[in-house]
């Protein structure tokens, strides 16, 4: 599995867009880019996931370059609850099942 | 639908014990995967089972064990712990399936070695 590069931390302030980078400049042609984020002190949480194309669900939006190698997670109007921290992954998508390889994520903190 | 649960939430336990955690995944998920989480080190793999089989195994000595049930509640067993065995313990469940990985994760077991 490709790495990805994450900044260790960001600020937005609430109700604000929180646009969260990724780099993952080796990623392979079969792998796509995951997104989890966890709370303090809880499991990590699902967001989105996206090949090549842009995506979009209730949570987020993932952006991702045309060339593949950086991707961006937008929380449209970030609020208090969204402060965690934010993993992006990449990853073969198909049977092989588990072993996501997090790394040291970035800490989103949604200030008032 | 209920979500993952992993039983005890917290644990102490002394040096040299050994601990059996567990996992029931969401119905229907035949997948778990188990990783472990400490300030040093962030989230890191341990293994995973698919239909009662070891699937996948992340780079941790052999006194960490697991294993699946029919069921496919999921325990893990560390043995002889040491210090730096502290740690939060997640369980996640998926379906495993062709083209969508999402892992679904419980809120940990929160061991301590004393």
């Known amino acids: 599995d490709a790495k990805t590069t994450q900044p260790p931390s960001m600020d937005c302030a609430e109700g604000r867009a929180a646009n969260l980078p990724c780099n993952h400049s080796t990623i392979s042609g079969n792998e796509y880019v995951y997104w989890y984020r966890q709370i303090h002190s809880q499991g990590p949480q699902y967001i989105i996931h996206g090949l090549k194309n842009n995506e979009t669900n209730e949570m987020a939006s993932l952006i991702i370059t045309e060339d593949r190698k950086s991707s961006t997670l937008i929380l449209p109007h970030a609020t208090l609850r969204d402060t965690a921290v934010y993993y992006c992954?990449?990853?073969?998508?198909?049977?092989?099942?588990?072993?996501?390889?997090f790394g040291q994520g970035t800490e989103l903190s949604v200030k008032p | 639908k209920a979500g993952v649960t992993q039983t005890p939430r917290y644990l102490i336990k002394t040096r040299g014990q050994q601990v059996t955690l567990s996992c029931s995944p969401i119905s229907g998920h035949r997948s778990v995967s188990w990783y472990q989480q400490t300030p040093g080190q962030g989230l890191q793999f341990l293994f995973e089972y698919f239909s009662e089989t070891q699937r996948n195994k992340g780079n941790f000595p052999g006194r960490f064990s697991g294993r699946q049930f029919s069921n496919s509640r999921s325990e893990m067993n560390v043995s002889t712990l040491e210090l730096g065995d502290s740690a939060l313990y997640l369980c996640?469940?998926?379906?495993?399936?062709?083209?969508?990985?999402?892992?679904?994760f419980g809120p940990g077991t929160r061991l301590t070695v004393l």
């Open positions: 996640a469940s998926s379906f495993r399936t062709s083209t969508n990985n999402e892992q679904f």
């Open positions: 992954i990449v990853r073969v998508a198909n049977n092989q099942g588990g072993k996501l390889i």
